[in-house]
């Protein structure tokens, strides 16, 4: 379970729809971002900060979970610290999934054992 700003979110990156939709999502804040460069003003930055992240949570965990987040401000450190949270919430997950393939692939299967016209066939 991640908490952000008191409300807990369900994330499962390898259900397959939820993890879909954090990608989808997660690429289009990185294609969004570069827009702020050419943003004029800090306060049209910030806004636009803050649209990236709305999004990215209403399309990750469904629309309205960016007002039940942020309660409607534009801060754009609170944002930011969010997205990065879930991010990094992802990717400790992707850790664990390494892991359990690891121990799966570390578990071999007992060969059976051979005769002894088996064992001259393999020479």
């Known amino acids: 379970m991640l908490v952000i700003n008191g409300i807990e979110l369900e994330l499962n990156i390898f259900e397959a729809t939820q993890a879909e939709s954090f990608e989808r999502a997660n690429e289009r804040v ?6 702020v460069n050419v943003v004029a003003g800090l306060s049209e930055k910030i806004k636009l900060y803050c649209d990236i992240v709305y999004d990215f949570f209403d399309d990750v965990f469904g629309d309205g979970t960016a007002d039940s987040i942020f309660k409607g401000r534009q801060d754009m450190l609170e944002c930011l610290e969010a997205y990065t949270d879930v991010v990094e919430y992802a990717n400790s997950n992707n850790g664990k999934a390494d892991e359990l393939i690891a121990r799966i692939k570390n578990q071999s299967t007992p ?6 016209q088996q064992r001259r066939a393999q020479r």
């Open 30 to 35: 990185l294609e969004e971002k570069d827009k």
């Open 111 to 116: 060969q059976p054992k051979l005769n002894r």
